[in-house]
């Protein structure tokens, strides 16, 4: 792991705040009811103490929006001890001796919490105030050697408090492994779909631009080619781009204004358009340029099929949504009947579409014309890959809802897990070391003792009980949960009435602040108004219990008060951290990963793009660059019919490469097939026979199957006879062509064993004249089976 994730990070944040918080308000309160409880004449002097302390506590709340160095910080920490612990023997009085121990207990346990990412500078400010509260115990007593019972008990607080900070920081490292995890698998998916996006929109620009070029020009001389040059450039232009980093908006209305009139709209067979543009149309990039394509693609059908050379052109806005609409009065076609393999429609128009969120639809019958229609669905649809700053194929932050929503639950039930687990831990332990110690040290003051071992009882119970679920990683039952509360509420009631009221919150009263902590680890779950209702009760049972006895004096009242803050006063800031942390941690948990997984899959996209565009395009550098150069330049003249053959073979490799994404049973015999409707295009007879079962053949054995026939039948001038053999263990493709033009195009065919990707094809020709024969093999490996 490079560092804290998300959850951890932020717990690490939270845990920091909320001890800072804590201890001054602690400070604050105690201090205030110390000050109190103390003598008229010993008032200034315990000011003149208590006072800086509480400048040393401003400052750290001050350094929590403004981060001061480790020195200064480690410092004002110790001097807030150091303040508290002098001022114990100046104050003097039972009063002064809760109040030092509750602010110096509540420090050396929020310590370990403000100082989390630092264990030893935590460990060493418990361990101070620890020496300060016995040096101020011995001052305060005439020389007399400090009890060792409060050291020890600072001592393990500090440990436990330790203990439950490690404890909830697994769990949250767990949930950032799992949504490491669960953010891993979506990358992949993510990226594997912008993959395919991009393959999708690469492929339809190869269609539009070089693959029409091509074809056109091996399909004869007879025609002006005054716009070949130009057109090859352009053709370059766009195979070289890198496709899916358009960002912004564009004019859509500005973008059509740019549509030429067809790739044969260049001289006598140009398409004049009418435009009824209502403008400007500011959309995403990414939906215009798709739109701008598909229009441009349109525009060629028309030229080439439509048999008129007029068509109209309109655009405007309806209901919010961006629609585009080509239309002419030529001859017309039937929709379900253009065949899959033909990618005009179904690629370049609807295809880019569905892409960006929009829609295209075609509407057109024999003899009736035809009409297109684009749509941006502006309104009805979220941010897509391509508008403003993000990228085609890339996700979207914050993810799904579902998606997000499953992080956040992810997060916050292990958090709730850890919580939960961490009062368990400070329940059983206190229980059973402090409590247990107290227990059994005053027995001779309850009254009776049995009810108070009973209740003791009755508390590990409940402890058990909670510990069978939360162990098995299995929250409480509810049932579970209400019994277990009463009960712990049943405790405190006769822990204080059989209590003599004088030692209310004193040494013997072992349940007043255990009892919090087994109610805690029953409603972490639940709203903190609910743990302060069961405070409130318990805090009011032993108000009660202490009042029917008499009137205690203020002093009294402020020793209670000062206890009070530093047991239930405690676990009720434990309470509202759990709540902020299930609540406020966890959802800000979950977007921060969200984000963090979002430039995650940004930069993985990025490079898989660049890589893939890469490949591709060296792909197309030893043979179709060099064709478009040459016509772009002039330097190959398509009156040449040696030209007009490789652009033959070149158009009928694009096919084939166009046929690999169809979903169809045989891909290898819908490969051949896109090669002979080229030939058939050409004006070359082909006859196609398949012998045998079908099988898999991995694509990169496609390729080199199918690429001496693209060559061959490229070649051809009027027949050839193209064979599939399966067999179960291998699968033969061979061609016959009755007039192949012998030119340096055929030297590709002896040499493609050479190339090939696979070392169980192989290739071998025959040449008799003027008839051809190529066969390429390839035998299926003994351990893939048949």
């Known amino acids: 792991m490079d560092g ?102 509540i420090s050396v346990i929020t310590f370990q919490q403000e100082w989390a990412a630092r264990p030893m500078a935590g460990a060493t400010l418990a361990a101070l105030g620890a020496g300060v509260c016995a040096l101020g115990d011995v001052l305060s007593s005439s020389g007399n050697s400090p009890e060792s019972a409060p050291l020890v008990r600072l001592l393990f607080e500090a440990g436990l408090s330790r203990a439950a900070y490690l404890i909830v920081r697994t769990r949250a490292r767990a949930a950032d492994r799992s949504a490491a995890a669960r953010a891993a698998s979506r990358r992949e998916a993510d990226v594997a779909a912008a993959r395919r996006a991009t393959e999708r929109e690469y492929l339809a620009t190869l269609h539009d631009t070089a693959s029409a070029t091509l074809l056109m020009v091996s399909q004869g001389d007879g025609r002006d080619w005054s716009w070949l040059p130009p057109r090859a450039r352009q053709d370059l232009e766009a195979l070289s781009a890198m496709p899916g980093f358009e960002t912004g908006s564009v004019d859509l209305a500005e973008l059509l204004g740019c549509v030429p009139g067809g790739r044969e709209g260049e001289g006598q067979a140009r398409v004049r358009l009418r435009t009824r543009i209502d403008g400007p149309l500011a959309i995403p990039s990414g939906p215009g340029l798709a739109i701008f394509k598909g229009v441009r693609e349109a525009v060629t059908n028309v030229a080439r099929h439509a048999g008129v050379r007029e068509a109209e052109l309109r655009a405007w806005v309806e209901e919010d949504d961006a629609v585009v609409e080509l239309s002419d009065a030529g001859r017309g076609f039937d929709p379900e009947s253009v065949p899959a393999r033909r990618r005009g429609i179904s690629n370049s128009i609807i295809g880019r579409m569905h892409e960006v969120g929009g829609s295209a639809t075609i509407t057109s019958h024999p003899g009736t014309g035809t009409r297109v229609q684009w749509r941006w669905h502006a309104r009805s649809r979220a941010p897509q890959p391509g508008d403003g700053a993000q990228t085609k194929g890339e996700p979207q932050a914050p993810r799904a809802p579902a998606q997000h929503a499953a992080v956040i639950r992810l997060i916050r039930g292990q958090l709730l897990h850890g919580a939960q687990l961490a009062a368990l831990l400070i329940s059983l332990l206190s229980q059973f070391t402090l409590s247990l110690q107290q227990l059994t040290a005053y027995q001779g003051v309850y009254r009776p003792a049995w009810a108070q071992t009973a209740a003791f009882v009755c508390l590990v119970v409940v402890a058990i009980t909670g510990a069978t ?29 059989t209590l003599p009221p004088e030692q209310s919150t004193g040494a013997p009263d072992w349940a007043f602040g255990v009892v919090g902590w087994h109610a805690l680890f029953l409603l972490a779950d639940l709203r903190v108004r609910v743990f302060a209702a069961f405070l409130g009760a318990h805090v009011g049972l032993n108000a009660t219990a202490v009042s029917l006895s008499g009137a205690p004096t203020i002093a009294q009242w402020a020793t209670m008060g000062i206890s009070t803050i530093g047991s239930c006063g405690f676990q009720l800031s434990v309470g509202v951290l759990m709540t902020y942390l299930l609540h406020g941690t966890a959802p800000a948990a979950g977007t921060a990963a969200a984000r963090e997984e979002e430039l995650r899959t940004r930069e993985r996209i990025h490079e898989d793009m660049q890589r893939d565009h890469k490949e591709r395009y060296r792909a197309l550098t030893a043979t179709t660059v060099p064709l478009l150069v040459g016509l772009g330049h002039g330097v190959l003249s398509p009156h040449d019919e040696e030209v007009r053959l490789r652009c033959g073979v070149e158009a009928a490799r694009m096919r084939r490469l166009f046929a690999e994404s169809d979903a169809v049973l045989d891909p290898l015999l819908n490969e051949l097939r896109a090669c002979v409707e080229v030939a058939e295009h050409q004006g070359v007879t082909v006859s196609l026979a398949v012998r045998g079962q079908p099988g898999e053949v991995p694509v990169e054995v496609r390729r080199e199957l199918a690429d001496p026939v693209a060559v061959i039948l490229g070649r051809t001038r009027s027949t050839a006879r193209v064979t599939v053999v399966w067999t179960p263990r291998a699968v033969r493709v061979s061609v016959v062509s009755e007039d192949c033009a012998d030119g340096p195009g055929t030297a590709e065919v002896a ?36």
């Not at 190339?755 to 051809?772: E, F, L, M, P, Q």
């Open 469 to 497: 679920y939360l162990l098995r990683g299995r929250r409480i039952p509810p049932r579970v949960r209400w019994w277990g509360l009463c009960s712990v509420l049943a405790v405190s009631a006769i822990c204080a009435f």
């Open 751 to 786: 040499q493609a064993h050479g190339r090939a990707t696979d070392a169980n094809v192989t290739v071998a020709r025959t040449a008799r004249g003027g008839s051809v024969w190529v066969e390429a093999g390839w035998r299926r490996p003994a351990a893939s089976g048949s």
């Open 4 to 105: 804290p994730r998300s959850s951890e990070r932020l717990l690490l944040l939270t845990v920091e705040r909320y001890g800072v918080w804590l201890r001054s308000t602690v400070v604050c309160l105690c201090s205030a009811l110390g000050i109190v409880s103390a003598d008229v004449a010993e008032i200034p002097l315990a000011m003149s103490l208590l006072v800086p302390a509480l400048l040393a506590c401003g400052a750290r709340l001050y350094s929590l929006r403004r981060p001061l160095p480790f020195a200064p910080l480690w410092t004002l920490d110790a001097a807030v001890v150091v303040l508290t612990g002098l001022s114990q023997p100046v104050l003097g009085g039972d009063g002064a001796d809760v109040m030092v121990e509750a602010i110096v207990g």
